[in-house]
């Protein structure tokens, strides 16, 4: 199975400021096709996780542009450019390279 | 707008089997999709269980050693979920998912149920 490991596991944030998550898979998730298979999700508070990037670094619908998504092969990282107070709650990456479908162990995001 | 909604007994018996529904609304699951579940244990990260597509092929979490079953009843727009000689470890919230993606299986979620508490528990 492909291990995720997300880095850090907890983030304090201010309000305006930019934030970055990282997320490291134990091997590449680069298809055959050239595009990275790697996922981010935020579940908020009390709520289903909601996807916000896939396919590495494309937004999904309705989704705010100040949440980015970068990186290759084995280091991604999520990007938020301002935080907003309802950006608040546990972010996880997850690989769709090949199944089993893993994830990372959730970075946990709260305003300082 | 697609919806999904789970539904299914809140407390299952240690070695009985949990049974879970999906009810797909505002679509069809007919459609070129993958029809998912992931759970999360109390207070712990999100675990994949598996998926069927719209034509019936399965990808199964190894981890769960053959203890699984998924499948889509078109006729209902519904999918469902069986898991065999559960134990306490399977104590979780689970959640109904669609998958997108036009690969062999899923490449992202982008509708999640409100998900469904179970314990396991005589």
């Known amino acids: 199975d492909i291990v995720m490991t997300q880095s850090p596991l907890y983030l304090p944030v201010t309000p305006g400021e930019p934030a970055s998550i990282s997320c490291r898979s134990s091997?590449?998730?680069?298809?055959?096709?050239?595009?990275?298979?790697l996922d981010w999700f935020l579940q908020k508070p009390g709520q289903s996780p909601q996807l916000l990037i896939f396919?590495?670094?494309k937004r999904a619908s309705g989704v705010p542009d100040r949440f980015s998504g970068s990186g290759s092969g084995t280091d991604f990282t999520l990007r938020i450019s301002r935080v907003e107070a309802d950006d608040v709650g546990v972010y996880y990456c997850m690989q769709a390279l090949q199944t089993p479908l893993t994830f990372g162990g959730g970075t946990k995001v709260d305003i300082k | 707008q697609v919806r999904l909604q789970e539904s299914g007994p809140g407390l299952v018996k240690p070695s009985g089997t949990l049974s879970l529904t999906c009810a797909v609304s505002?679509?069809?699951?007919?459609?070129?999709?993958?029809w998912s579940w992931v759970r999360q244990p109390p207070g712990k990260g999100l675990e994949w269980i598996g998926e069927i597509s719209h034509s019936g092929n399965t990808n199964y979490n190894p981890s769960l050693k053959g203890r699984l079953t998924i499948s889509v009843d078109k006729s209902k727009d519904q999918f469902s979920l069986k898991l065999y000689s559960v134990t306490a470890a399977d104590t979780a919230v689970y959640y109904c998912?669609?998958?997108?993606?036009?690969?062999?299986?899923?490449?992202?979620?982008?509708?999640w149920g409100q998900g469904t508490m179970v314990t396991v528990s005589s």
């Open positions: 998912a669609r998958g997108v993606g036009n690969g062999g299986s899923s490449d992202a979620f982008d509708i």
């Open positions: 505002g679509g069809s699951i007919s459609s070129n999709k993958w």
């Open positions: 091997q590449s998730l680069v298809h055959s096709n050239g595009d990275n298979y």
């Open positions: 396919l590495g670094s």
